[in-house]
């Protein structure tokens, strides 16, 4: 299972469900490495989509603790376990933990890959993510050239889990 996330200098990720920044690079390679997988997220993420809609061209898993939340092209699940039991027949690469933030801290432990768009700049945030670079179990594999959108720095990085 892999991961994909934005975070500021400090591992930010954003604040009242929000993005930290509109990057149309980032929204882009977000596109392209999620296409035809399928993504697990939240409900208050799932409902910041453009008209709560799901992401076309994947299958979507919202975790929800709400038994009656049942979007239309949605598969909802109340319980990790579960979700980790619908994905079982899913190859290692074809599934994304897209957020937010309770959705990434309860499935980092199970992800062996996380796609990092790093922003270098720190936003006002209300919700933060796990500071790869300071987790030994995790380790940089790679990091893009440097990218700019109306002055905003960011790069691609990727990190794998060690242990």
């Known amino acids: 299972m892999n991961l994909i996330v934005a975070v500021d200098e400090k591992w930010g990720i ?3 469900g929000g993005l930290l920044a509109h990057l149309p690079e980032d929204m ?4 392209e490495t999620t296409r035809g997988k399928t993504v ?6 799932l409902e910041s989509f ?4 799901p992401l076309k061209n994947r299958v979507n898993i919202v975790l929800s603790r709400n038994e009656q939340y049942a979007p239309e092209g949605v598969r909802v699940y109340q319980r990790v376990e579960d979700v980790l039991e619908a994905l079982k027949g899913c190859g290692e ?3 994304f933990v897209i957020g937010g933030g309770m959705i990434y801290r309860e499935f980092l432990p199970y992800c062996t890959k996380a796609y990092v768009t790093y922003i270098r700049r720190t936003f006002d945030v209300d ?11 995790w380790e940089l594999e790679s990091v893009s050239d440097a990218k700019e959108h109306e002055g905003i720095s960011f790069e691609f990085r990727i990190y794998g889990r060690v242990r």
């Open 14 to 16: 954003g604040r009242d």
């Open 28 to 31: 882009k390679y977000f596109r």
């Open 40 to 45: 697990v997220m939240g409900r208050k993420t």
């Open 50 to 53: 453009p008209g709560g809609k």
């Open 93 to 95: 690469d074809d599934v």
């Open 127 to 137: 919700t933060d993510f796990e500071n790869l670079d300071r987790n030994g179990d």
